[in-house]
């Protein structure tokens, strides 16, 4: 099961500690060393990771993210014109629009008409830039899945390192001084050696996961064979 889609609700573990009695204390007895506390973890076996700052931290995405700007340099500078010139179209129609409403008896069917070549612009407009920018965002998630996909292994990995045997989400504990706990960068570590780079542009026909298995499950229900996609993997040097 993919960790970084599983949520590991520690939540009655961490109650459960607070709630146990402290145990009798010898009055006669020294007090514990100040450093024993911040030595190692106060309960053995437990460790906090966010998985989602961890994948962003990864060289293979850092690294990428540093180069998609170059790489797809004319695409982005064709979203960002047209996305200026739609801007600007827009403006002209609205600030005519409100003109025209403001004419003594003006023609409702005609300030409506114009309204809804708005409204239309708007819609078409989204549509072509979403479709010119796609391979910049396709970019980037390929990268990601990539990375994401050799996740579950660094954790275990990691976790059977540290002896680790119960992990938990930053928004499961309430309030931890431990650094001890926190496996964040020791899970960066095993991916940087796991995946120290990842592929940049994804192979035609290439679509997320998300739109995959939203796709697999629409053909699911109608009874049809899912369209193959090509999958994130082998992971060669950037390009």
């Known amino acids: 099961m993919n960790i970084?889609?599983?949520?590991?609700?520690?939540?009655?573990?961490?109650?459960?500690?607070?709630?146990?009695?402290?145990?009798?204390?010898?009055?006669?007895?020294?007090?514990a060393p100040a450093a024993a506390a911040s030595s190692g973890p106060v309960v053995p076996g437990l460790g906090v990771a966010d998985l989602e700052a961890v994948l962003a931290n990864a060289n293979a995405v850092r690294v990428a993210d540093q180069q998609r700007p170059v790489t797809y340099k004319a695409t982005i500078?064709?979203?960002?014109?047209?996305?200026?010139a739609l801007q600007g179209q827009l403006q002209a129609m609205s600030q005519k629009l409100q003109k025209d409403a403001q004419v003594p008896g003006a023609n409702q069917a005609a300030l409506q008409q114009q309204a809804g070549a708005i409204q239309k612009l708007e819609?078409?407009?989204?549509a072509e830039l979403n479709n010119i920018i796609k391979p910049v965002l396709y970019?980037?998630?390929?990268?990601?899945?990539?990375?994401e996909d050799k996740?579950?292994?660094?954790?275990?990995a990691v976790m059977a390192r540290r002896n680790v045997t119960l992990l938990l989400a930053p928004q499961a504990i309430i309030l931890s001084t431990a650094s001890a706990y926190d496996l964040n960068q020791d899970i960066v570590n095993?991916?940087?050696?796991?995946?120290?780079?990842?592929?940049?542009?994804?192979?035609?026909?290439?679509?997320?996961?998300?739109?995959?298995?939203?796709r697999a499950q629409q053909a699911a229900q109608q009874g049809a064979a899912p369209r193959p996609a090509a999958p994130a993997g082998p992971q060669p040097d950037s390009r």
């Open 77 to 84: 500078d064709q979203y960002q014109a047209r996305g200026t």
């Open 4 to 31: 970084l889609h599983k949520s590991i609700l520690g939540m009655g573990l961490v109650m459960a500690l607070a709630a146990q009695p402290a145990l009798a204390k010898d009055k006669n007895a020294a007090p």
């Open 190 to 214: 095993e991916l940087n050696t796991t995946i120290p780079s990842a592929t940049l542009t994804p192979p035609t026909g290439w679509e997320p996961r998300q739109l995959r298995e939203a």
């Open 139 to 147: 970019s980037r998630e390929y990268v990601k899945e990539q990375v």
């Open 151 to 156: 996740l579950d292994t660094a954790v275990k």
């Open 123 to 126: 819609e078409s407009g989204k």
